[in-house]
């Protein structure tokens, strides 16, 4: 396989960090993107002690910062993966919606507008690929992260969309979708709803949210199969629009859309009781 060049957003932690020195070490040139400062200094001591430092290039890039997502552009890649994510949990009938905004805006607007300097760029070329590190979150919903299935569905939207108007300009675009991984963004997003929620003013029984919290974090996988899918497939040519990960959520997700179509109006979808 030829070597590409290949930026990773959100490359300071969790699954893009393990992809950004995977591929690395796989010989491909990876410009990894931290959000942090911190993360940076964290990523340079990894990268020295898996000995893959030459390969990779760390960039601050908070993708809601003009400043940093303009020192990014100035890069040409053959891929660019939008990984940078973030998730509030809580419910959406009682949650501030500033919250919810502040998921969208870096989760759906602040990926495309950090994407779409790239773009331009590849189409001209006619070619470059884009993939987006979406979740089974944007397939199915969960109890009490409304807002993060909000924002991963705007994303799944969105992507189908570049998908259809960039392929045939010779651009690849896919969705990369796990399932629970534990790399602490689930244990992290379910703690936020602690900042807001105060269960004499609010009508959600707090058992409710405490048992999906429970639920979430007792069925998590180990992150490592999926950073491994995600090192195989970033720099294939050509795969499966859709990567969803472990496979049986795909079965999950297909059966999650049909029963919107059989549950009546007065009913709650059964796998969510
Ligand atoms: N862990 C899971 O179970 C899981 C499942 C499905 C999808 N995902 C998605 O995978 C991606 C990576 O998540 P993770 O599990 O590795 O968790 P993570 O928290 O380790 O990774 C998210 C990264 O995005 C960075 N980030 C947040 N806001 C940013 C911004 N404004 N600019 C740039 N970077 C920003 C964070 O600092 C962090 O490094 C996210 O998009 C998440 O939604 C995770
Ligand atoms: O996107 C995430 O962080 C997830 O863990 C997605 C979960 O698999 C999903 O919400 C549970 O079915």
Redesign the pocket.
Known sequence: MTKKTILITGAGSGLGKGTALGLAAKGHKVIAGVHKWEQKSRLIEDAKKAGVQDNLEIIKLNILDIMDCQKAWEYDVDILVNNA?I?HSGPVSEMPVGLIREVMETNVFSNLEFAQPFIQKMVKRGSGKLVFVS????L???PY?GA??AS?HALESIVQSLRDELTPMGLTVATIN????DTG??DR?YDSYAQWFDEDVHFTPLKNIEAAAKK?AE??FDPKAMIEKMIEIIPQESHDFRTILPTD?VA?CKEYQETQYKIQSDTVDPSKK
């Open positions: 994510g998730g979740s089974v979150a944007g199915s919903t969960t992260l993060y299935n991963k796990p399932g629970p991984y963004f689930n997003m979430m069925n998590q959520f999950m």
